[in-house]
């Protein structure tokens, strides 16, 4: 199955939200959609980017995934901008 990911760079945090709980929120609405392969979280040029990799059928569905983890974090922080990636063999590649 091909493997994705969505990466989006957190702007602030809701009041009362703590940084620590941002990234396995992500994970976890990913996880009510398909399988979670992996999630990280960098500081890249100041900005805080949070990665979940995850497992989807096509780019449609990986899609979906990415909508969902986005609506997911609104209640928890404000997502600045974000993407979603394919792996083909080592590389990543947007996904229109």
């Known amino acids: 199955m091909p493997s994705y990911r969505i990466t989006l760079i957190i702007g602030s945090l809701r009041p009362g939200v703590t940084p620590d709980s941002v990234l396995p929120g992500m994970a976890s609405a990913a996880a009510e959609l ?5 999630s990280d979280l960098a500081v890249v040029a100041g900005s805080a980017r949070a990665t979940v ?34 792996r083909v063999a080592s590389r990543w590649y947007p996904v229109r």
């Open 34 to 38: 398909t399988t979670v392969e992996a």
């Open 53 to 86: 990799r995850f497992t989807a059928d096509d780019p449609a569905m990986a899609l979906r995934v990415g909508r969902h983890v986005v609506d997911a974090t609104r209640a928890r922080a404000e997502p600045l901008s974000w993407q979603v990636t394919e």
